[in-house]
């Protein structure tokens, strides 16, 4: 199947060949230093693709697969990354200011010193900081600003508190529950004290813009 990567903004081809060889395309055209902001390459399958500092600002990633991918030093601002794969993939450094990140799985992806100014998980998740992300429990955790995805599940530490046996149950089956009573008071330990820190920081801003 021929696949085009085209802009987002003025339309035009950027690069065209076929599916398989999309990786090789992309990774070409990094290579090369070609600019792929606005590119649409979403669904493309660049799992372990080499794209240290590659321009790819308010480009289409939605339901690509980058997990594994480098991407250190990688400009993806305003960049839609809905549903993207990016597990495992090395973001440290990277400018995702703006980043659309929205049911994107960030399980084991490295975001130390990655620039997430007014970057959002989700309408209302905001994401301004490297999120902590706990593997091999049942389901993968991942604690943000104010929200804990535990599995597909967002939610506020307050509303996983409240969360019903029926609720827990219908993630998984019966034997969450025991594994839910085991680890939530960790995972919540955890959450606490990562949302805490950013209190000072908050409370700076606020100060700045006051």
Known sequence: MK???KSRWSGAVLFEGEFGLMKLCVMAAVEARADLSGA????????????????????DLSGADLSGADLRGAVLRGAVLRDADLSDAALSGADLRGADLRGADLSGAVLSDADLSDATYGEGVPMTRA?????????????LDAH???GCQLRTVAEWDSATDEQIVAMDGAPSIALWRRWWPSVRALAVEHQKTLEPVMKGESDEND
């Open 3 to 5: 696949v085009e990567i």
């Open 40 to 59: 649409v390459l979403s669904d493309a399958a660049l799992s372990g693709a080499d794209l240290r500092g590659a321009d790819l600002r308010g480009a």
């Open 131 to 143: 999120p902590l992300s706990i593997l091999g429990l049942r389901w993968p955790v991942l604690i």
């Open 148 to 150: 804990v995805k535990i």
